[in-house]
């Protein structure tokens, strides 16, 4: 969404949820170390024989080789993804088929949590993060806040 299509009252809240986020980076300057983001993305596979088959040496006299075009696969794959400032947490590809549901969604949450508990020992014991998702649909329903909430 452009600027110039906010409402005022949008553009306002806006601005105090930045105050409050600076205000809060003033108070504890490692709050963005206690943030777990995730994020879900399209991918589509590709042939890396095709790649590797445009490149080549030649001398500096030869034609240059003709390179391939990339195209996108009508293979996809969704990739649920999780990482704070160390890097990566835990990823997954969702299943040919499946939708990300709210059913689905709490299956990950839990795995998410299994994976915060072996690789992010320090942020499970002390429980002081926060997770940061889109609005989702999925993200919000009922059975993920509860989830959530625990």
Request: aromatic share 10%; net charge positive; glycine share 4%.
């Amino acid at each position: 969404m452009l600027c110039s299509t906010l409402t005022p009252e949008q553009k306002d809240r806006r601005i105090a949820a930045c105050s409050d986020l600076i205000a809060t980076a003033d108070s504890d300057p490692d709050v963005f170390k206690k943030i777990v983001t995730g994020e879900e993305t399209l991918c589509f596979a590709y042939d890396p024989a095709t790649k590797r088959q445009s490149a080549a040496w030649v001398r500096e006299t030869s034609p240059r080789p003709k390179k391939l075009r990339f195209q996108k696969s009508h293979v996809k794959t969704m990739l649920v993804i999780f990482f704070n400032w160390q890097g990566v947490i835990h990823k997954e590809f969702v299943p040919e088929g499946e939708t990300i549901n709210a059913v689905y969604y709490k299956g990950v949450m839990e795995r998410l949590l299994n994976r915060i508990q072996r690789v992010r020992l320090g942020m499970c014991e002390s429980g002081d993060w926060f997770l940061l998702h889109n609005n989702a649909p999925s993200h919000n329903m009922t059975i993920i806040k509860q989830f959530l909430a625990q």
